[in-house]
């Protein structure tokens, strides 16, 4: 009877321990941002993880138009369309998250230092400037298709 507890205690701390364990390739497929005004595919590239903008609420100016990245710094970027645009640059996974990557923000047009957990099936990514405590997360929400 003793050695049974035993081995359900045993078993039951390693379900518990393998759950908490993230995929390293979770993350890949397309996900919504929080503020629902876009749709980004994640992939990978070798061994590192990038992201491009596949889906926008409102890909056109007024004009009919497709929007474009005209907040970026190089002017050569200016006229490049955001659908796309790669705005997840060289994420590694190491441990449960993935790091050392970049995001773009095509609304400012700035790059921040960024990292990417797992939270109970959505994204946590967090864009920051020097330390991850000066920065903002987004939860991203995974979805079936691009359109």
């Known amino acids: 009877m003793k050695k049974g507890i035993i081995l359900l205690v045993v078993l039951f701390l390693s ?36 992201g491009k ?22 002017e050569a970027q200016k006229t490049k369309p955001l659908l796309g645009l790669n705005m997840l640059k060289g994420f590694i996974f190491d441990e449960d998250k993935w790091v050392d990557g970049t995001i773009y923000d095509p609304e400012n047009g700035k790059t921040y230092s960024c990292k990417i957990t797992w939270n109970n099936g959505k994204l946590d990514v ?6 991850s405590l000066i920065g903002r997360t987004d939860t991203w929400f995974k979805v079936l298709d691009i359109k």
Request: hydrophobic share 25%; with cysteine; charged share 25%.
């Open 126 to 131: 967090r864009g920051y400037i020097g330390i």
């Open 53 to 74: 903008i596949v889906w926008l609420k409102e890909p056109t100016y007024p004009d009919g138009k497709p929007k474009v990245d005209k907040n970026n710094p190089d």
């Open 15 to 50: 379900v518990c321990t393998f759950a908490q364990t993230t995929n390293k390739d979770a993350l890949i497929g397309t996900w919504l941002t929080g503020s629902g005004k876009g749709k980004v595919q994640i992939y990978k590239e070798g061994d590192k993880y990038n």
